[in-house]
């Protein structure tokens, strides 16, 4: 039986789509479409006739069509969504909700429209409250809209975790839960390198300061870049989850998912551990929490709580 080529639907054609589109055709995920509004137009026209001339390189068989009218994006299997402004030094990610969500309304209308089928994949700012917008407006299933944060906090807390031994990145398993904020939950307790505790290979101090810097990862580069924020990371962290949707991998990565009654948590999105294969979010994975890490969680939900109730529809 032929074997039908994925499509794959970017909604915004800034640094972060720039490098979706690249590693999918990279990692041969399927046909890509970058979609951005008109004025963007050389912009996603320029960046898929470069890729694809690129592609011709290593003999990738992916295309990208750089885009500008959403028929082009209907039929997606995953979408894609990093339109939005992101924020610059001084920002936190809640000043760009009233910015964001106007645009998001539009976006999260036109997937109704155009892609209603599609796995969502969220990475607009601030990335809670802006799932919780995209699943209403855009009357997505609860597991079949995610945001993406939770891997990439995780890969910084990873990177961070592995720059301090020296040590090699493969070898170091740990865990981000709660919302895409300052006060997420890096899981010590649950972190491992070759199957060693964290706790047993990092002093306390310093411990306490990879978290921090983990918590204001994106602060950080913000600060770097002057001008925007990370987009390498983000488009890795989306990659991972529409590469485990498309292909049924059944990866389990941390996502903002929809939960109902885990962690003492009720519709709601926020960020967990989740099963991701071709039905989606197939599974939500409950960590077993200590007090402290349970308090810690609550005071994450709290603050998205607080953007979430900011957010008019
Ligand atoms: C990130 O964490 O890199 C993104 O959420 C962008 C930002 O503003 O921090």
């Not at 993406?148 to 990873?158: C, P």
Request: with cysteine; aromatic share 6%.
């Amino acid at each position: 039986m032929a074997h039908k080529k994925k499509k794959i639907g970017l909604i915004g054609g800034g640094q972060i789509g720039g490098n979706l589109a690249l590693l999918a055709v990279q990692k041969q995920l399927g046909d890509v479409v970058l979609y951005d509004i008109p004025a963007a137009e050389g912009l996603v026209k320029g960046k898929a006739l470069d890729i694809n001339q690129l592609s011709a390189v290593d003999g990738l068989d992916c295309r990208v069509t750089g885009s500008t009218d959403w028929k082009d994006v209907a039929g997606s299997d995953v979408i894609i969504i990093t339109a939005g402004v992101p924020r610059k030094p001084g920002m936190t990610r809640e000043d760009l909700l009233d910015v964001n969500l106007k645009i998001m309304r539009d976006v999260a209308g036109n997937i109704k429209q155009h892609a209603p089928n599609a796995f969502v994949i969220n990475v607009a700012n601030p990335l809670d409250a802006m799932v919780y917008a995209l699943h209403k407006i855009a009357g997505l299933p609860d597991n079949m809209v995610v945001g993406m944060a939770g891997v990439l906090d995780t890969s910084r807390f990873k990177c961070f975790v592995a720059e301090a031994l020296g040590s090699s990145i493969r070898d170091v398993e740990a865990l981000v839960l709660g919302g895409h904020g300052d006060d997420m939950v890096p899981l010590v307790r649950h972190s491992t390198v070759g199957g060693v505790p964290l706790t047993q290979l990092i002093a306390k101090d310093k411990l306490d300061a990879i978290i921090d810097r983990t918590r204001k990862g994106g602060a950080e580069l913000v600060g770097l870049y002057k001008t925007g924020s990370a987009y390498f990371g983000p488009a890795a962290s989306s990659i991972a989850m529409a590469e485990s949707f498309l292909f049924d991998r059944k990866r389990v990565l941390p996502a903002a998912a929809m939960l109902k009654g885990q962690y003492g948590i009720s519709d709601f999105f926020f960020g967990v551990p989740v099963q991701i294969g071709a039905g989606g979010v197939e599974k939500v994975i409950t960590v077993e929490l200590n007090d402290a890490e349970k308090a810690e969680l609550k005071k994450s939900y709290e603050s998205v709580k607080q953007t979430v109730e900011l957010v008019k529809l």
